[in-house]
Every structure is written in structure tokens, then in C-alpha cells.
DNA sequence: GAGTATTTGTTCGTATGTATG
DNA sequence: TCATACATACGAACAAATACT
């Protein structure tokens, strides 16, 4: 059967990733790329077919995927339709914040807190916070939503001595910028962040509500109070289908 | 490590994706976060299918794709070891340049120019570029290596009537700053990048030398001119298993 | 309203790939 | 290496809902 002389489009049969599902990737990619028209309405199955030079059954295979995932809609004898187009873009710059930076593209920002501890601190972590080592850090586990989409993930990590309490002023508060000022820290800056890629794994599919074989976008930041003093560390996953890293390099 | 604490497993049966295949992202990324010691070896065959809850057949079959990417090498009775550890950091900042930015993480930087064409600008790209609809614009694909690996792969596009010979001149120079200073060009500052991520596409697979299924990260970028006038957009898609994208927030 | 084309939804069967023991 | 169970992919239908003339 694999004998597959891709037609127009280029899809050669891959050892260990399924047809369908690289198909479904494709048209996600599309999706992103504004490719489709306006209507939101993608080409018809039949059409989709010839294009990647894989049966119908492969195709449908994909679109229920993404159906799944909530990315399209079938209805019978109209069409496929894209649900939403865009991508949440978040920025990244000096004075980082989550839901300012998302700012209008959403009505409604919520999160919640699914778990913390206080723990010692492993070798890496303290040396990015400045810490001794087996110094002890509050860890915070988040999820943070957009009109009830969830975004992104995140484990933080704070030094516990100065900053006693944080999670509970975190879960007043829901937000960490206001945790910190109620801790007496009323500004904070991003010193740096790393972004990465990777499939996400189970625990992120549950916290996010991906399909397995999703990916997802890792940010690695530290912010430093003002005096350049580290505060936070935090490793935060975004799904990399909803969400879009963006860098002003302004002077 | 992490506090993560997926117990051990934490591996689901998914659909589309081989279960091989997803060990083998799963065993790239623990390389990638330094999970093992600092000999490189990874625990023995029996040990990973115990832990990912899997036959021993499987993390074979993983540890085969990983050593035929180069990533790891098998030696018999003495175990698996870790071919490279590091992932090649990319900083993005106001002055961002390619073999500048990877600086001494490696000894040798070259790449290849693999296509240019001159082309009507699309309705999004002139907008991007400040062109006027429809105006002609000089495409150019290029591949990047640090030590003989593939890094990345660029599409870039540079207004027509500015910069007419650039593709000669990148050609003969191997650098976008080079070409860019003989067309009289001095100077230039990064604008804006957006990053995302997603499967490789079979171009990626071929041209950065990548397994399928891999994941590449997209940064879209907007270079101008110390006036603000935009002269260059790229779209460069890095291998998500040995690049990280590295943002410094200085004021 | 009728008739036709289009589009998604469903059911057979068959061959190959993946995972286990 | 072999045998078994399940997932993937193909092909050829046909059914049901919608859109257009």
C-alpha cells in the first residue's frame, strides 16, 4: 500500500506517527496560517483527500481529531468549519505579566491553583534563584484559562523565606503580581526566559485539555525584583495550537 | 527531577502516534533537560520498559530511531550513551544575527543557500514589509549548521527594488549582515518575533535531517533599518531537539 | 416544490503496521 | 523468531442532510 506518490501536496508515510494524525497537523498548521477563507470553512473531505493522496477515511480519521480537540465542526451535508482562527499571542518583554499581556484578546481571564508545597530547593533551581543550595521554595502549580479555554501551565517557584504565605495570597488573589505586592513587593521584572518545544505530556493533555501528541510551547523565566534580586522561577507550558510567544526587541 | 513526580510512568496509549516513537520524544527530551548523569549513559533497556510501562521490544525500537537521528549510540555490553547533551541556545535580542548570536557554542558555522526566486509579495508579507500591495520581492531558502548539524532552515524575503543582487551577495558572503553592508546597507535592528511550534513538515524532515514526527519551532521575524524601514521578513524553523530560543529582558 | 449536485456519515471487506509475550 | 491482538490505511459502495437551480 505504500507505494504513496504523493500527489500535489507532499505526505510521505512516516515510521511511528499515524497518517491521519500528521494530516491533522497539517490542517492545524493551515488554520494557523489564516490559509482558509473567511467563512471558516475548510475544503470538503473529498478534495482534502486528493490534495494529501490519502483516502477519504484517512482525512475524516484527522478531522474527527480535531473535532475532538474542539478546532473544527463537521456538519453533515454543509462542510467542516474552523471554530476559532486565531492564535492567543502572548508577549514577552521587560515587564512581563499574564493577563495584562493577553489584554483585550479575551473577555473573561481566570486560572486556578492545582497544587503547592514547600519543598528544598534541587541544585539548578537554586542557583537560578540565587539561593543556597537545598534552600527551601514554595512551588506553585497553575493552569491559566482565556474565555475558559485553558492556555498554559506553569510551576513556580518562590524563596520561601522571603516570600511566606505567597500561596495563599496567590489564591485570593489569582494573580502574581498581586500576590507578590501583598507580600510588600510592589514591582518585578523579567530578567530572561527560554523557549523550547516538546510533545506534551499526560499531565499536560489533563491540566490543558489537549489531544496526546499535542505540542507544547515551553517558556523557562526568571524575574528579579528591581534591585535584580531573583523572585520567581517558573517553567510555564503553553499549547502551542493556542498560543503564539511574542517579542517586541524595542530599544 | 522537577517535583514533577509522574510517578515512575505517566505514559499514554495514544492515538496516531507509536508508542516507540513517543518513548524516543520522551528519552530526547529527559536529554534535553539533563535528567541523566553526566557520564550520558541512559538506564538499561529492561529499567525503561519497566518504567514506561512498556516491552522491552518497544524501547528498542526507540533507542534504534534515536541512534539512527545520531542522537544516541548503543555499545554492546557496556550500555547507551548520550551522543550530544546541550542544546544549542539562539538569543533573540534588538541585535539578533545569526552565527554571532550561537557565538563559541560551536567551532564551525556554515550553510547552504538552497533556493532564491524573485516573486509578487502577498497581501500579509507586503503589509509586513510596508510595500505596496502586489510589489516584487527577492525570496531566499536558506539551511544553517553549527558543526556540521543542521540547526535551522529560513525563508526570507527582502523588498525587490532595495536590495535587487542580495541573493548573490548572500551567496558569495554566506551572511544576510554581509550581504546586506555590500548593498550598502550598515546597519539593521530584530523588530518583532513571534514564536510557535509544530510537527515537522517533510521540507523540515529533509532539510534539517530530522525523524518525522519531529517538532520545530517558528520564529517570524521583522529586521529594518536604523529608520524603522522594514528590509527583511524571515520565517526560521529550528529543530525543537537542539535549539532553545533565549530571550534577554534588559532594559 | 422537485430534482440534482455536493458534502458529511456509515458499513462492508482486505492488507499492512504496531505491540505484546 | 514466531504467533496473536489491535490500530492504521485503503477501496467501494450507500445513506442522509444541505445547497442550488
Known amino acids: 500500500m505504500n507505494g504513496r506518490t504523493d500527489g500535489g501536496d507532499g505526505l510521505v508515510r512516516i515510521n511511528g506517527v499515524a497518517l491521519w494524525r500528521q494530516i491533522a497537523d497539517r490542517i492545524r498548521q493551515s488554520i494557523g496560517n489564516h490559509e482558509y477563507d473567511e467563512t471558516g470553512m475548510i475544503p470538503p473531505e473529498t478534495e482534502l483527500a486528493e490534495r494529501f493522496g490519502v ?22 451535508g ?71 479555554v485553558a492556555l498554559s501551565r506553569s510551576s513556580s517557584w518562590f524563596p520561601s523565606e522571603r516570600f511566606a504565605g505567597i500561596s495563599e495570597a496567590f489564591l485570593a488573589t489569582r494573580s502574581v503580581t498581586a500576590a507578590f505586592r501583598k507580600l510588600g513587593l510592589h514591582d518585578y521584572v523579567r530578567k530572561h526566559t527560554d523557549v523550547t518545544a516538546s510533545h506534551a505530556m499526560p499531565d499536560d493533555c489533563k491540566a490543558l485539555g489537549l489531544s496526546p501528541g499535542a505540542i507544547v510551547l515551553i517558556a523557562r523565566s526568571l524575574n528579579t525584583d528591581l534591585d535584580g534580586v531573583p523572585v520567581q522561577y517558573a517553567v510555564t507550558r503553553f499549547a502551542a495550537d493556542r498560543v503564539r510567544i511574542s517579542i517586541d526587541s524595542e530599544a
Not at 57 to 66: F, N, Q, S
Open 55 to 76: 483516502n477519504r477515511h484517512t482525512v475524516r480519521a484527522a478531522v474527527a481529531a480535531l473535532s475532538r480537540e474542539g478546532v473544527l465542526r463537521s456538519e453533515r
Open 78 to 148: 454543509r462542510g467542516t468549519f474552523v471554530v476559532r482562527q486565531e492564535l492567543y499571542s502572548f508577549p514577552i518583554s521587560r515587564r512581563t505579566r499574564f493577563s495584562e499581556g493577553l489584554g483585550e484578546q479575551a473577555r473573561v481571564f481566570d486560572g486556578d491553583l492545582l497544587e503547592t508545597c514547600e519543598e528544598p530547593a534541587s541544585a539548578k533551581l537554586a542557583e537560578r534563584l540565587g539561593l543556597e543550595a537545598g534552600a527551601r521554595v514554595i512551588r506553585v502549580e497553575t493552569v491559566r484559562r482565556a474565555d475558559g
